[in-house]
């Protein structure tokens, strides 16, 4: 996942604070889709600005696995 993810610190969701590499651990631990993660981190749980960014990366990391 290092390739896909170059800064683990950068925010994705900002209403949750849930940031790349918080995403890349749900996958690492056993997320098999973006529900999943949702329901790890909460990301796109509030405001929903972040889905889009979310999912496009919760994708690539998949995709990697």
Known sequence: TGTVIMNRKKEICSC???????????VENGAECFKDVKKATKVGKACGKCKKKAKKLTKKLLMKK
């Open 16 to 26: 949750y604070h849930v940031t790349k590499g918080d995403i890349a651990d749900a």
